[in-house]
Nanobody
Framework: QVQLVESGGGLVQAGGSLRLSCAASGRSFSSYAMGWFRQAPGKEREFVAAVNWNGGTTYSADSVKGRFTISRDNAKNTVYLQMNSLKPEDTAVYYC?????????????????WGQGTQVTVSS
């Protein structure tokens, strides 16, 4: 069973930046796509970004394109989410997830393992 541990969340002013990290246990990290989702209070969980098994292809939600960048380091079993130009509407709990296949994972159903989440709060 893979364990995913997110870090890097916090409070930031609008226009600021944060980098989230997700460390994964186990030896099969490089075999799977990885993704980030978020859930704001009173809203459903939504897709933010995903990256294929080798980092060669990434996907992003329209709401974060041009501001957020997902990347991975397979040697460190870690996936990152660099968040720039943050807005108050980015406030949410951010979850890291491991895909059930190496590529093309973008829907919640495409991911089988989830972290506990890290809070990101953007003040106006």
């Amino acid at each position: 069973q893979v364990q995913l541990v997110e870090s890097g969340g916090g409070l930031v002013q609008a226009g600021g930046s944060l980098r989230l990290s997700c460390a994964a246990s186990g030896r099969s990290f490089s075999s799977y796509a990885m993704g980030w989702f978020r859930q704001a209070p009173g809203k459903e969980r939504e897709f933010v970004a995903a990256v294929n098994w080798n980092g060669g292809t990434t996907y992003s939600a329209d709401s974060v394109k041009g501001r957020f960048t997902i990347s991975r380091d397979n040697a460190k079993n870690t996936v990152y989410l660099q968040m720039n130009s943050l807005k108050p509407e980015d406030t949410a709990v951010y979850y890291c997830a491991r895909g059930s296949r190496p590529f093309g994972a973008v829907r919640s159903d495409d991911f089988g393992s989830w972290g506990q989440g890290t809070q990101v709060t953007v003040s106006s």
